[in-house]
């Protein structure tokens, strides 16, 4: 069965992924180059916005990375980061998580299978001689330039910078590969390129004479001759995602389907298994769905993890191969293990569980009595109305309340909804009838509803307008709320 895990995939892949059981894998890490990338809302009265993944693997990791690079089984690439460790301080924890992780994807990959990496100039490099130490030098198969096509700004020191690279290795020497070809653009684009003299025969038809080996020359049509397509190389011109493509979903770095889906075309058949553990908002996942292949994506952020899932059930309807979603909490026990773990991961997925953003007004952590932000349509209602969630995961109390309604009328939300770990107190309940409803359109709502963790794992619902809007909105792409890279 088809999976999503949410987790670290150092920890999923160990845990879950069988030695040489996977057919193909691609990833496209966190790049190293200090970004924060948000997902956020097109509105003009609220930014709803969240940190969806942070790339900054920095030198304030540098503690935990020293402890990781002991666990570096292989002696080279054990010395080659250590080396690093001297000579390329700001990289080296990048790389220590990546290789570890690297190593893993090496584990699970079979020995016909393939393996890109995505990245970008900052890190290809570095990257490169940790692939080389663990796949082999002999196994490299191509250094892939993926050109974006855009307005050049005339820059004042360098030139523009228009291109990702993709490193493809393979874990032996005769890997399973199937050729790609693209379309001619014209006959004058397979002349140019062939340098083939065209004929034409007694009805007017246009041939060519292609070489047959032994000095033997045989006639081809040229509208069979260009059927074969055009074999493609090693620089890939894609158009990027930007605000205007039919795909955007809003997940910043989401890469176009096409571009995955030559990737899996050139390197697995019908039915094989594509794992991504890095998998954003599924491209990977997606280009795997609609090719037939198996898939496994696995991703740090339940916003990742519920985009995908938005994503398969829009795109594929009832043709969706059953998936099955790993690691988000499914009882109490496990929930409040998260919010132990992680304050933050825990809010995200009780939001995303509600098909609600993330919200952060300004600073992350200063939520000013909102988490998250959730909006819904009503019908025969002009416009669509808003209700602002509040997770508490520790104590809860009165001016808990006081500050969401306080919120709700700045953020001019219709709805508020409290969800908290532990039970609410008797005067907080009062307050919540007091409150009242919310009439429109024909429809009312309880303005102000509170749900407990252990009310939610039994199946309570909270009253809201049935139609969830959210994620429709969630329209613009990630902004670089930091320009200032390591390098
Ligand atoms: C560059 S994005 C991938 C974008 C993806 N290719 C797409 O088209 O949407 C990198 C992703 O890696 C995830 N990530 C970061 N660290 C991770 C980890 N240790 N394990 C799993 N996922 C991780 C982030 O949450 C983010 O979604």
Redesign the pocket.
Known sequence: MNHLYL????N?LRDNVKDESIDLIYI????NSKRN?NVFFDDKEIQTQRV??E?TWSLKNIGDSLLELHTVPNEKLYNLLRVYQEAAPHVFPYLV?MSL?ILELHRVLKSTGSFYL?CDPTASHYLKTVLDLIFGVKNFRNEIIWHYSGWNAKLKSSFSSRHDIILFYTKQTKPNFNSFAIGWESEEEYIKLRRQKVRQDENGKKYVLSDAGGGKRVKRFLDEAMSYGKPVDDVWNLDKINNSSKEALG?????PKSL?ERVIQANSNEGDIIL?????????VDAAESLKRQWIG????SI?INVIKHRLKDSYKKELTPFEIRGVPSDEASAIQLWEHNPFAFEDWWLTEFDVFATTFGKKGADKGIDGIGMYAIPKADDPIKAAFQVKGGKVQSKDIDALLGAMTKQKCELGVLLTRNTPTKPMLETVVQVGYFEIAGFTYPKLQMMTLAEFFKGKQLMLPKDNITFKRAKTLGKRTDQKGLF
Do not use: E, N, W
């Open positions: 987790g670290d995939c150092l999923v496209d890490p966190p790049f990338y969806a993944f790339d998580m992780r995505h997940y910043p770095t989401q890469k995955l991504d553990a890095f998998c954003g908002c599924g491209t990977t696995i991703d740090i952020s990742a």
